[in-house]
């Protein structure tokens, strides 16, 4: 008999902040791997940011349609190998998506090297959010000693790991966070000089007391007021603006009009469109850097873990509300 698995599918195409019915649970009957495959079982689901753009064809990553699976990375434990890189009880970082078991046939499949921090950071601060901060401050915003860094979602699971890296650096840092108890956190773990409370500050008069020259790195999460207000007013001569992520416009399904970039020309700024996965050649230092750092006790992170796939949309939800707080995990079952 086919072992069966459970599958989160899409019932609809989410108009605006997804809701509960845009997702239903499905059964399945899970297939065999054939020869060069293996069939893995989920452990934790990471649901990020990205996949809601997938949602609505903005994503370079193809376009679910309903009845389909959304994306996720996950990590998982391969049960069945017919692929000799992989062995029954190894535990990978892969891409099933939302459901409970998968097949691969290896490639863009990470065996998961945490030293000793727990599993999960795999996921977080040592897995792809934290290799984008890693990869981007390293690379196109050539972070060096005394720069002031900006960074908007400061408590997230990117945001946070822009401050520590760059406090490991000697640089400065101004987070942008929502919400008193999120800026407590960032400002106590996430290495930050300040933190800009989005939701109750002024943002502009703000950077403007706090950064009198402008920000040599404006690491950008969301898009939106946040990014016109800092390319508008807030950027030093030479400054380097990283376009990480537009979460703001994520759940809208058409993109918003631009801003105006006369201050880019003005303070010679480059802008980087940023994408982690071109910086695969700096994913073996990332690993090695990471893992000394948190075991040298310099990196602190915060997770948002709920137990259970039927969980799986409530918390999506959550996240793309913006009401999460940390690395936004589902745990399907115990490791
Ligand atoms: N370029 C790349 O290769 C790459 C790779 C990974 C992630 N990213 C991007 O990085 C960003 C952060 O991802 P993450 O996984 O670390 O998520 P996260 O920061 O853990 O969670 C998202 C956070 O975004 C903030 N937010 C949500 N809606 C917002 C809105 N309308 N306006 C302003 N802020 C809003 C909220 O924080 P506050 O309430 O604190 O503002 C929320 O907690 C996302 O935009 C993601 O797409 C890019």
């Known amino acids: 008999m086919k072992l069966k698995g459970t599958k989160i599918v899409l019932n609809s195409i989410p108009a605006g902040i997804p809701k509960k019915d845009d997702f239903r649970l499905k ?3 899970v297939n065999e791997p054939v020869d060069g495959q293996f069939l893995a079982e989920t452990i934790y689901l990471a649901l990020d940011p990205y996949v809601r753009v997938t949602m609505v064809g903005r994503h370079f990553f193809s376009t ?3 009845g389909e699976v959304p994306r996720g990375s996950t990590i998982s434990r391969v049960i069945k190998s017919r692929n000799s890189n992989f062995n029954e009880g190894d535990l990978v970082v892969m891409e099933s998506g939302m459901q409970s078991h998968s097949i691969s046939d290896g490639k863009e ?3 998961v090297k945490t030293g000793s921090a727990p599993v999960t950071t795999a996921l977080g601060i040592l897995g792809m959010p934290g290799f984008t901060a890693y990869s981007a401050l390293l690379g196109p915003a050539k972070l060096k000693k005394d720069d002031l ?4 979602a400061a408590s997230g699971a ?4 822009v401050g520590q890296i760059a406090s490991i650096y000697n640089a400065r840092v101004i987070g942008i966070a929502g919400g008193e108890e999120k800026c407590e956190w960032a400002m106590n773990n ?3 000089d300040a933190c800009i409370d989005r939701k109750k500050d002024d943002i502009d008069q703000k950077l403007t007391e706090l950064s009198q020259n402008g920000v040599d790195i404006f690491f950008d999460n969301t898009g939106g007021d946040i990014q016109n207000i800092v390319l508008s007013k807030h950027l030093a001569l030479n400054s380097r603006v990283i376009l990480s992520g537009m979460i703001s416009q994520y759940n809208s399904n058409k993109p918003p009009s631009g801003p105006n970039l006369g201050n880019i020309c003005k303070q010679r700024a ?7 996965y071109d910086f695969e050649h700096m994913r073996e230092s990332f690993v090695k850097d990471a893992v000394d750092w948190y075991e040298k006790g310099l990196l602190n992170y915060t997770e948002d873990l709920v137990f259970g796939i039927e969980k799986t949309p409530a918390h999506f939800i959550k996240l793309m509300k913006g009401e999460n707080f940390g690395k936004t995990i589902v745990q399907f079952m115990d490791l």
């Open 109 to 111: 499949v990470h065996f």
């Open 149 to 152: 860094v900006l960074v908007s």
């Open 27 to 29: 059964e399945f009957e």
């Open 270 to 276: 480059t802008i980087y469109g940023f994408v982690v």
């Open 158 to 161: 990117v945001g946070s790991m």
């Open 190 to 192: 996430a290495s930050l």
């Open 64 to 66: 679910p349609k309903e």
